[in-house]
């Protein structure tokens, strides 16, 4: 398929899946049955769309739920979390998480909110409490 | 509350006070992104499965490797909690050129962008600075001061880069945390006298 060798010329076993930069190819997709776009048709998540857990939402159970699942509920447990902490958290690709948590919103286990649109910054209230949050850092 | 359009990924009640607040921090590869962030937030690495598109492809020798759709980018980034429900979340752009199709998403409902500069490579910003002016995002230049790097002054810096006048230009050590928070109370500052510019605009 291939005769591409790793950038040092060592033949490595299924390393017609790599180039010199990229990670694994496929098999990151393999917890979310292969799928790569979230279930409900719409715009993928921001990758800073906060994520609560649903209160009162049967907890984690093993029937619907993979490992995965449960580790993102797990997380977003005591505080809501961004679609990127929980992909850092959970150590698993963005792409991947956002498929998850789509199943997750069918589900009714977890909402994920829409970040400000471009065009509604913050006003500027919010703004100088930014900037008086930084400077007490 | 639970809406009843959970399944559409609704804002429900509950949550539609917090607010997160993007901030870009882009420049050539190796001016100091990763330790500017690191400086001023608790910074983790982000992974993500991207599908290459017809930029990277023309870029990733894909030959003979035709299954090969995704590729794993790496960026960096952190988290400044501000109060509980308002926080700042700062992430590295990817440095390589090849990476370019993931500004898009990340730029998306930014509140602005950092441009670190390294004056003996200024040319490495230009394409971040170009990338911010043609979307109208707001953005500063912070000059990253690396020891043995001539002191610029920040007006010259201005000028090598054909900035808009009114960019703010700063100079900064990433590495230090007082200069990073300095550097992004610029922007903060920045960005909200641009919207509130624009705002005026609108109603003219």
Known sequence: MTEESTADGRERPGSEWYDNEAGPLVRPYAMTGGRTRPAPAGVPFDLIALVTRVPGAPGADTTVLGPEHRTLIELCRTETQSVAELAADADLPVGVVRVLLGDLVELGRVSVSRPVPPAQLPDERILREVIDGLRAL | ?204
């Open chain 2, 1 to 204: 509350m639970v809406s009843q359009h959970a399944g559409q990924a609704e804002t429900t009640d509950a949550d539609s006070s917090a607010l997160a607040l993007k901030i870009l921090v882009a420049g050539g590869f190796g001016v100091g992104k990763t330790t500017l962030v690191g400086a001023v937030s608790e910074i983790r690495p982000l992974r993500t499965e991207e599908l290459l598109s017809e930029a990277g492809l023309l870029v990733d020798d894909t030959g003979g490797v035709d299954r090969k759709v995704t590729t794993t980018v790496a960026m960096d980034f952190g988290r400044i909690t501000i109060r509980s429900g308002l926080s700042l979340y700062l992430f590295g752009t990817p440095g390589q050129d090849r990476f370019w199709f993931l500004w898009d998403e990340l730029s998306q409902g930014a509140l602005g962008a950092v441009v670190l500069a390294d004056t003996r490579r200024l040319a490495d910003c230009f394409p971040a600075v170009d990338y911010f002016e043609h979307r109208h995002i707001p953005f500063v230049v912070a000059v990253n001061c690396f020891t043995g790097a001539r002191r610029h002054e920040e007006r010259e810096v201005l000028r090598a880069l054909d900035l808009d006048a009114g960019t703010p230009v700063v100079l900064c050590d990433a590495r230090d945390r007082a200069s990073g928070k300095e550097v992004l109370i610029r922007l903060v500052e920045y960005a909200g006298r641009m919207h509130t510019a624009r705002l005026l605009d609108s109603v003219r």
